[in-house]
């Protein structure tokens, strides 16, 4: 029953920001590592960061300085606050787990959420 469920998305003008939640059940998210990815249609699975079961977080550079990952582990629950948000950041929005007891984030992940739409446009 180990379940990841992205909410949060929507409609946001360029510059503007936006917060989405991934919410775990079935498994106690501080002993996992969270990676956050986005697809746009036609285009390849990309990564936007990750937070290790250290609460350390890494970040790709197109979106270093505008976007950060939290976790609240009383509600399971790990945030993508995206600030300064521009049209190329429009893309599906995925959380991944996998239980990794290291400083550092995993090169792979066995959990994904069905993803939450993020669209950036005026």
């Known amino acids: 029953q180990v379940q990841l469920v992205e909410s949060g998305g929507g409609l946001v003008q360029p510059g503007g920001s936006l917060r989405l939640s991934c919410a775990a059940s079935?498994?106690?998210?501080?002993?996992?590592?969270i990676g956050w990815f986005r697809q746009a249609p036609g285009k390849e699975r990309e990564g936007v960061g990750c937070i290790s079961s250290s609460d350390i977080t890494y970040y790709r550079d197109p979106v270093k300085g505008r976007f950060t990952i939290s976790r609240d582990n009383a509600k399971n629950t790990v945030y993508l606050q995206m600030n300064s948000l521009k049209p190329e950041d429009t893309a599906v929005y995925y959380c991944?787990?996998?239980?990794?007891?290291?400083?550092?984030?995993?090169?792979?992940?066995?959990?994904w959420g069905q993803g939450t739409q993020v669209t950036v446009s005026s």
């Open positions: 079935g498994f106690t998210l501080e002993n996992y590592a």
């Open positions: 991944s787990a996998k239980m990794y007891n290291d400083k550092y984030c995993p090169s792979a992940y066995r959990y």
